[in-house]
């Protein structure tokens, strides 16, 4: 089970398209009244003039689970477990609508709901996308729902068009993150693989970048459509720190060759640990149980004490 959240600023359209799919079936509803579309979207638009300040006010919940929940997966069941999870999520008392669809071999339905609630209050979405994991984790816990696998394990070819080539990124970039270390070098291997990265410019002097986009097969997706965890700013700080790690390399080793060369003698280092920064973490500079440390600054007596002093009281 997933649950995909959107916002959007109309009504009609978002109504067009949950309900214009074969055999889609409207499972709840409240607050809505049921008939022609162009009559749906009336009544949500009624309500949204109670704060018509809101530049956004559709809710747009897409449910998935697994092919092969698909024979427990009634009608009831599934609006059983929408409306349990519009209520873990916190939309209550507001006008809704729950659509299931048939066109994938994947169950699911869509939520389309007014974030301007029956009091005229604006509904917060602080938080949805954790509360959405946790909510998703708990229903698939409590009613025994298969969990969804890594999207590198979809086979894209039962996808279609936009939703394929969406896949295809996600692949190719988890892929190219394994070994660049630089945006230059992401970007190069991104396009031997067919995926074109453009970043997304604040000013027209190109200065300051907003964000990033991915593009393939004449199909483009901001990098929080592919994965929140490829965001601009997600991966700036990675390369940043890939590049800081290498810095803080380059550093030390100057240093243990200068205090080397003072010294004018060979350290002492095992043939199993010749590379003293081998097996450190890429997140943190900390160096494994069996390593051998070496400090070309070592402390003197005083600063040992008074380090001492400090560690006093704690135990890890």
Not at 62 to 70: G, H, I, R, T, V
Not at 248 to 276: C, F, L, M, T, V
Request: aromatic share 8%; glycine share 8%; hydrophobic share 30%.
């Amino acid at each position: 089970m997933i649950g995909k959240l959107k916002k959007g600023t109309s009504f009609g359209g978002c109504i067009r398209y949950v309900t214009g799919k074969d055999e889609a079936k409207i499972l709840a509803s409240d607050g809505v009244l049921l008939g022609k579309n162009t009559e749906m979207a009336q009544s949500f638009e009624l309500q949204r003039q109670l704060n018509p300040s809101i530049k956004k006010p559709v809710g747009h919940i897409a449910l998935s689970f697994k092919p092969e929940d698909k024979p427990r997966l009634t009608d009831e069941f599934m609006a059983k477990i929408a409306l349990e999870y519009m209520q873990m999520m916190g939309i209550t008392k507001t006008q809704f609508i729950i659509v299931r669809h048939h066109n994938t071999d994947n169950p699911h339905c869509h939520i389309v709901y007014n974030r301007i609630n029956n009091e005229g209050k604006l509904m917060s979405d602080r938080n949805d996308y954790r509360r959405n994991e946790q909510v998703t984790k708990a229903l698939k816990s409590k009613y025994g729902l298969t969990y969804g696998t890594d999207k590198s394990n979809t086979n894209t070819r039962k996808l279609r068009n936009a939703e394929r080539a969406k896949y295809e990124i996600h692949n190719v970039v988890k892929d190219v993150l394994k070994t660049a270390g630089s945006w230059q070098k992401f970007k190069n291997e991104l396009a031997k693989r067919g995926v074109l990265l453009e970043f997304v410019y604040k000013d027209k002097e190109q200065t300051k970048v907003q964000g990033i986009r991915f593009c393939k097969d004449g199909y483009s997706f901001k990098g929080t459509q592919i994965s929140r965890g490829y965001s601009f700013g997600k991966l700036n700080a990675r390369f940043e720190g890939t590049e800081n790690l290498l810095s803080a390399r380059a550093s030390s080793a100057q240093q243990y060759e200068q205090g080397n060369h003072k010294n004018n003698q060979e350290p002492s280092i095992s043939e199993s640990s010749q590379d003293p920064w081998d097996g450190i973490s890429s997140i943190g500079l900390f160096a494994p149980s069996n390593a051998q440390t070496y400090e070309p600054f070592p402390e003197d007596e005083s600063a040992k004490k008074k380090n001492k002093k400090r560690r006093k009281g704690f135990s890890l």
